[in-house]
């Protein structure tokens, strides 16, 4: 019996895109995959040339993290160091205790352990449209429309040109005048362009799609290793229902952005 290998992979389909619906863990990629780019022909994505604009997008709020040649102040996306309860200290001790360095995973180096970074504003919530682009909606030069699914770029003599979507039923498109910046994440970049036509040849005809570029698109997608485990505590210094269905929790967490709600 054959079985297919599926996945639940929830992604959030809205200004912000996941970043509305994850765990806000502020994690850049390793600098060693950025130089292997490099390596394999991507000039100018390399470690060193892609932190000035970490460091231009971040507002790091943690004392000791300003003081770091790898994190910025003053930008857009707003940074914090979670600490809701003191079980993270003891987990964090134990594991120097076994030899393990207490670092910060977005510095110099990511093997060890540390306390997450997270993308939150006072405790709460930072996503992508709230750190980007709800501050300037305001502005002339920027439409934003809602509930309209991109389907396809245009390419026309090999260049991007527009956008085809749907809105209200129908089909609509957009030109543009210099560029198409295509930010759609991991999985909605390369379905966006295997549907206009860049993509595997095989696997575009196999769909009726008409080939624009026969290249290996969406054929090497990686998901980080993450592994969830229990540990048996004989106290109640973890995060339990009873705190967080404490009244003065949840004042603590309207009042002041912290708490354990």
């Not at 996945?7 to 806000?24: D, E, H, Y």
């Not at 030069?141 to 390419?155: D, E, F, G, Y």
């Not at 595997?200 to 290249?215: A, C, E, W, Y």
Request: glycine fraction near 12%.
């Amino acid at each position: 019996m054959r079985i297919k290998q599926r996945m639940f992979w929830p992604r959030g389909k809205g200004l912000g895109g996941t970043s509305t619906i994850n765990s806000m863990i502020y994690i850049r990629g390793s600098r060693h995959d950025y130089d292997n780019w490099v390596k394999d022909g991507a000039e100018g994505w390399s470690y060193k040339d892609v932190l000035p604009y970490f460091l231009k997008s971040e507002d790091v709020r943690d004392p000791d993290l300003k003081k770091s040649k790898y994190h910025g102040t003053g930008g857009p996306l707003t940074v914090e160091v979670a600490n809701t309860n003191g079980l993270t200290d003891t987990l964090c001790h134990a594991c120097q205790q076994l030899g393990h360095s207490l670092l910060d995973p977005n510095g110099h180096s990511m093997i060890g352990v540390s306390h997450t970074q997270v993308t939150q504003d006072r405790g709460r919530r930072a996503s992508t449209s709230h750190a980007f682009l709800h501050p300037v909606l305001h502005r002339d030069n920027l439409h934003v429309a809602v509930n309209s699914p991109v389907t396809k770029v245009l390419i026309e003599k090999g260049r991007a040109t527009g956008v085809e979507y749907t809105r209200n039923g129908t089909t609509q498109q957009v030109r543009a005048r210099r560029e198409v910046i295509m930010s759609a994440g991991a999985i909605g970049s390369p379905h966006i362009m295997l549907l206009s036509g860049v993509g595997p040849r095989k696997h575009l005809d196999s769909m009726g799609i008409p080939v624009v570029s026969d290249i290996p698109v969406g054929g090497n997608l990686q998901d980080h290793l993450f592994v969830d485990y229990g540990i048996g505590i004989n106290t109640s210094a973890g995060i339990t229902l009873d705190k967080m269905n404490s009244v003065w929790e949840k004042v603590k967490y309207q009042t002041l952005g912290e708490g354990e709600y």
